[in-house]
């Protein structure tokens, strides 16, 4: 290569001794095999003698674009081959007509293959073509089984999956489920969400089947694509599991801010293992979160009742079962969380002559929780019930008093709260009023 400047500007130009750029032609031939896998190889003449190496070769099947690797190189010639195998996420088509292409990168190399003669250069080059695969073809099938193995009494869901190809019609038709030669169900096939593939499930009850393991099958009777097709699985049906009873107990305080514990105590309805796993404690259908069973059946959660209204809640436990025992739940407790209060009182005048009005207002708050109570507030003079008066909206009671009759001296002016299902009861500093 010789680098010269022409009006200040660079100009590289590209010298070879021995040789010019070799022209080249592709060409491309594909096939594919019974199982729908599209295969094929791009021949690429160079024109003239240089080695070298290409590198990688990308082509195209059916709008699905790889990197092909397998290429080989001769002074003259170039070939490699590529698959549909190469295609991340499958390889096998269904029937139908699909583009075929690939690109042939190109390479430097020197005329002789001691690195000798010069340089010389082979271009790029592509070709395509189309595979037609015909119908009916083969169609692969699977069949999977859940839960397996099942328990005596649990439902088995049975999937039958009918294709599985990059590309093609979808399987269309009916399968049917065998037990043997019998047939147990029959339902037509939907598309399904992942490749070309068609997708049925059955649910099959096992109670009152014997313990034991039994073979299963799918037929799929096909249609004009596909060729009919079946597939099979065991199914290993064990002991039913125990019954079991689940008990939910709730301790701790019952003031909202303070902490409640649910302890939840799983036990087999007749003589068996001591259940194990996790149970699940929930607020209707709010998870609550989840403790582990100890090796006496019982799971603890304790949680914060800070910032919960108060009111009553409906709480359960649900055990989600092991190897030996059946998944229960229990029945609904109620947990009543209540506010605490804090009651104040002012009097007006604190001062009086007998027959003189005591005015009387106590202000009822929640502590831990918004909202304002509702009830009633007692008042009393030297531990007498002088009257009383409900709270209103903003927890305010007020009440009127005349001192008529009252002997002269000093009392003690109290205030009480006296709560209600969801507050506490509380009661006011005291208030000293002088008769004269």
């Not at 007509?97 to 020197?110: C, D, K, N």
Request: proline content about 6%; aromatic content about 6%; charged content about 5%.
């Amino acid at each position: 290569m010789k680098l010269l400047r022409i009006l200040g500007l660079p100009v590289v130009i590209l010298a070879f001794a021995g040789g010019n750029m070799a022209a080249q032609s592709s060409t491309i031939t594909a096939s594919y095999s019974a199982s729908g896998v599209i295969s094929g190889e791009l021949d690429t003449m160079y024109g003239t003698t240089c080695y070298g190496a290409p590198g990688y070769a990308n082509a195209t099947i059916g709008g699905f674009s790889f990197t092909a690797l397998n290429y080989g190189i001769t002074q003259d010639s170039s070939a490699f081959d590529f698959s549909s195998t190469d295609i991340s996420g499958g390889s096998t088509f269904g029937p139908g007509t699909y583009g075929v292409s690939a690109a042939f990168p190109g390479f430097e190399g020197t005329v002789n293959p001691d690195g000798g003669g010069g340089d010389c250069i082979v271009g790029q080059s592509s070709a395509s073509t189309t595979v037609t695969i015909p119908a009916p073809v083969s169609v692969p099938a699977t069949l999977t089984l859940s839960p397996s193995p099942a328990h005596e009494g649990q439902s088995v869901t049975i999937t039958a999956n009918v294709g599985g190809f990059l590309a093609g019609p979808y399987p269309t038709g009916t399968v049917s489920l065998l037990y043997g030669s019998d047939v147990i169900a029959s339902s037509k096939l939907k598309n399904g969400t992942s490749g070309v593939t068609s997708t049925v499930t059955f649910t099959v009850p096992t109670s009152g089947i014997t313990p034991g393991t039994y073979q299963l099958g799918i037929l799929y009777g096909g249609d004009a694509n596909y060729n009919s097709v079946g597939a099979s699985a065991s199914l290993t049906i064990t002991a039913p599991r125990a019954a079991t009873t689940t008990t939910l107990v709730i301790s701790g305080s019952s003031v909202v801010g303070s902490n409640v514990t649910l302890s939840a105590t799983v036990k087999p309805n007749t003589s068996g293992t001591t259940p194990t796993g996790t149970v699940t404690f929930y607020y209707g259908s709010l998870n609550l979160g989840s403790a582990t069973l100890n090796s006496s059946g019982t799971g603890a959660l304790t949680l914060s009742s800070t910032g919960i209204p108060p009111g009553t809640y409906d709480l359960k436990a649900a055990y989600g079962g092991d190897t030996n025992n059946s998944p229960s739940t229990s029945s609904t407790v109620a947990l009543v969380l209540q506010a605490s209060t804090t009651t104040t009182l002012s009097a007006s005048p604190t001062t009086v002559t007998p027959g003189q009005k005591i005015s009387m207002t106590a202000t009822v708050k929640r502590l831990s929780s918004s909202g304002s109570p509702s009830g009633t507030v007692s008042y009393s003079l030297d531990s007498v019930v002088i009257g009383s008066s409900a709270v209103n909206a903003q927890g305010i009671s007020t009440l009127s008093y005349s001192t008529t009759g009252i002997p002269a001296g000093t009392y003690t002016l109290t205030a009480t709260f006296g709560g209600t299902a969801l507050d506490l009861t509380s009661t006011s500093s005291p208030v000293t009023i002088t008769v004269q």
